[in-house]
């Protein structure tokens, strides 16, 4: 298990919103796009990485007890979007670097 | 709090507003926490959390509107959704993985991907659909 507090500054990730969750810990990755793969797949604790940016990903992530979103591709994140994960307390974080590449320092950082 | 009688007092309504999507998710949510509160176990929260979001997003994204009725009975929670039209045309395709009559500009937002019904179905215990030109109806059945 590893903070994803530790993540961010390990990866060194911008964190767009959702402090209160910093402390949120995770050992596992899930990726996509398609929020109702996401919801049949994704698992409790597991950083969700996505371009998807609408309000929508944090019900989806608060539902199914995601520890943090990671937005690949430096993809811009919508206000609203950012309002409600400081509200529920889960992380946006975010790269310019792509699915496949962020997954690999993930997974040189230990998390698999 | 892992009190029967809590539990069994559980009787929620909420009704989903059709294209509402800045507020699509919080009925779910806030079922999901309810449930957690009275100490439901945390793998039949996750399947009822599965359900009640795809049955809402269901309502926002394809029909006129509707509602979620949740109560718990015994050793079952009991999820009945019903919205006003237009139906489905063909509910064995709807049910098939994959198949989805969203509109691209609802797919770009990731919705649409045709696993919806699916879904819901996997995590029930017990499912039934109906549906006519005037409306769409879901019981649920999830045992704990």
Known sequence: MMKISQIIKELDLELISGEKGLDNETNGVYSGDLLSVVMASAKEKQIWLTVQTHINIVAIASLIDISAILIVEGMEVEEDTIEKSNELGIPIIRTNKTTYEISIELYKLGIN | MNNSKDKNKIKLEYSIISNDFKRAGETSSNIKSILKKVGIDNKVIRKVAIVTYEAEMNIVIHSYGGNIKLMVEGNNIIINAYD?????????????????????????????????????????????????????????????
């Open chain 2, 84 to 144: 006003k039209g237009p139906g489905i045309e063909d509910i064995s395709l709807a049910m098939k993985e994959g198949y989805s009559t969203a509109t691209d500009e609802v797919r770009e937002l990731g919705f649409g991907a045709g696993m919806g019904l699916p879904n819901i179905k996997k995590c029930s215990d017990y499912f039934k659909i109906e549906s006519s030109t005037e409306g769409t109806r879901l019981l649920i059945k999830i045992s704990f």
